[in-house]
């Protein structure tokens, strides 16, 4: 057993080490600079207190791109040196976010101990490399990021540390393999590292959630065919596991798997505009495709909490594959069959899920974005079902988004409308059951047009003019008909405020919104994921309960709505644009 002893290293302030709730996402070359890196851990285990870090068990691992294996060698230094009693380390460094979330709720190590929180090691869905993001975010005991109460204070510690604490002459741990390392000399006695299969914990509760067996006959079922692209993210080694070993599909059917530092040089974020590869093979690419697309397609981003949804040639927008999970899930996932405790969706995504909620009368909530505000309501049992419009989806079976799950629920409502459709007649396909939901439920029609990286001056000026504009509806409502005479007027316009129902905090400023009268939403927000610059966001939404009416593309149907939007915001005279970075 090698032996170790503790070091204090003196170390200065760095600015801007303030993380957001998904962490302290900077460049590289800015998280590898001397002690940067370290002087945020350590500000994390002071913010946590010794009652929360001496003697305790912390996850470490991440989506395993550039700089991993050099920040979680450095954290399981400092992690022996401030007492923690043990760490655990997905092989390679890679745990999904879902999957960390995962272990800290469910895996017991073998005296029967459980991780108290975890450092996950990613930047999402930014690109990945010597010149691209590197990320660390900090998870609590019940599986979901840190407080804003922890987060400040973590941020507060970053700006007067002074020293932190290592054990230099700690070798290396070799996290390629499975198994465990002990140390001691430690200040609390022994230290061990334990490298473990990064999907055992993971693939035992998705087992436990869906019915396996029903969407292996399902997948097996040659006129089925299927497609998931993992954008070269940590996605790729569930996707290996969970699709081709226990579900049996083809190996061909995975795109992309291998997880790559540097995501293979590309955007790890799934949507029509990065999953190109997906998007090409599904059949919605510019050009056609060689041969017949697969009836289903999903894709990822980095650390796999993001989750697209893809027909054959037909895109499922997040808003809409929220709102049909939530119709289905007790009829098709064992794990709701005792029923949903209620649902939740983020402000600026449609409200397609608020019409599955009145019709199935559920328990409904409307958050400020972020995936924090769901994990409260979990906590408390109000929410089973929650999704966003940013391609997050996911359940209380763990307290992050999760993209893994998102696929197998979709697989096994196409499993559930198939059931006796496999031996001989068309399948179900992805569009039928979407083309289904809308003539049950009515169509939103909606898109989101982003622009990125614009100076944050002009952003911030284009939101406070949106503000002030607020104030009067007559004026509101004469540029909206200068704009186009069939759009509806403006009945309401305000900031998004909340009002967490469990513990009472009020979160302001949390979007600017337009409401219709005719139902027909605009929606205004900064990104707050963004690593350079302002993103300015704009979603737009239109409610549509006509079945004659609910087959238009949507682009086309909400061309009157962008242009108010538009017009409205001064969009091209704030940000000097004229045309969005992305569309979807
Ligand atoms: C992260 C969070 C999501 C949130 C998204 C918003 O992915 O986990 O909960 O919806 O950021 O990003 P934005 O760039 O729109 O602030
Ligand atoms: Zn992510």
Known sequence: MAIFKVSRISTKPYDGQKPGTSGLRKKVKVFAQPHYLENFVQSTFNALTAEKIKGKTLVVSGDGRYYSEEAIQIIIKMSAANGVKRVWVGQNTLLSTPAVSAVIRERVGKDGSKASGAFILTASHNPGGPTEDFGIKYNMENGGPAPEGVTDKIYENTTTIKEYLTAEDLPDVDISKIGTTSFSGGPDGEFEVEVFDSTDTYVKLMKSIFDFEAIKKLLACPKFSFCYDALHGVAGVYAKRIFVEELGANESSLLNCTPKKDFGGGHPDPNLTYAKELVQRMGLGKT????????????????????????????????????????????????????????????????????????????????????????????????????????????????????????????????????????????????????????????????????????????????????????DLSEVNKIVKGVNSTVANVKDADEFE???????????????????????????????????????????????????????????????LVDVALKLSKMQEFTGRSDPTVIT
């Open 288 to 471: 056609d495709t060689e041969g017949e697309p697969p009836e289903f397609g999903a894709a990822a981003d980095g650390d796999a909490d993001r989750n697209m949804i893809l027909g054959k040639r037909f895109f499922v927008t997040p808003s809409d594959s929220v709102a049909i999970i939530a119709a289905n899930a007790v009829e098709a996932i064992p794990y709701f069959a005792g029923g949903l405790k209620g649902v939740a969706r983020s402000m600026p995504t449609s409200a397609a899920l608020d019409v599955v909620a009145k019709a199935l009368n559920l328990k409904f909530f409307e958050v400020p974005t972020g995936w924090k505000f769901f994990g409260n309501l979990m906590d408390a049992g109000f929410c089973s079902v929650c999704g966003e419009e940013s391609f997050g989806t996911g359940s209380d079976h763990v307290r992050e988004k999760d993209g893994i799950w998102a696929v197998l629920a979709w697989l096994s409502i196409l499993t559930l409308k198939n059931k006796d459709k496999l031996n001989g007649e068309n399948l179900v396909t992805v569009e039928d059951i979407v083309r289904q939901h809308w003539a049950t439920y009515g169509r939103h029609y909606y898109t989101r047009y982003d622009y990125e990286n614009v100076d944050a001056g002009g952003a911030k000026e284009l939101m406070a003019h949106l503000v002030n504009l607020q104030s």
């Open 498 to 560: 909340y009002t967490d129902p469990v513990d009472g905090s009020v979160s302001k400023h949390q979007g600017i919104r337009y409401l219709f009268e005719d139902g027909s939403r605009l929606v205004f927000r900064l990104s707050g994921t963004g690593s350079e610059g302002a993103t300015v966001r704009v979603y737009i939404e239109q409610y549509v309960n006509d079945s004659s009416k609910i087959s238009r593309d949507s682009q086309e149907a909400l061309k009157p």
